[in-house]
Nanobody, 120 residues
């Protein structure tokens, strides 16, 4: 059973930066496609970044150029660097393994996520 723990969220002003981390117990993240998702109040969960086994990354237009997903295989973590944050980035952020290159469906139960709030 895989247990996901996300961390690194917080309150940041518009234009600020945050770095999120995802640790998984019970699995080795390097053998999976991994992704970050977010869910804002009243909205569906959406993909914000995905990374394939080869390291190819995928981002929606809303975050492209601002967010960067990466792996640290030595630490068994997946990270999300978020720059130039905007109020519309406010959401709970989650990581998970994806079962296809579309990153639209996930493999494991969701963790508790980490809250990101962008506000002045």
């Amino acid at each position: 059973q895989v247990h996901l723990v996300e961390s690194g969220g917080g309150l940041v002003q518009p234009g600020g930066s945050l770095r999120l981390s995802c640790v998984a117990s019970g699995s080795i993240l390097s053998i999976y496609r991994m992704a970050w998702y977010r869910q804002a109040p009243g909205k569906a969960r959406e993909l914000v970044a995905g990374i394939s086994l080869s390291g190819t990354t995928r981002y929606p237009d809303s975050v492209k150029g601002r967010f960067t997903i990466s792996r640290d295989n030595a630490k068994n973590t997946v990270n999300l660097r978020m720059n130039d944050l905007k109020p519309e980035d406010t959401a709970v952020y989650y990581c998970n393994a994806a079962d296809s290159i579309t990153f639209l469906s996930t493999l494991w139960d969701w963790g508790q996520g980490t809250q990101v709030t962008v506000s002045s």
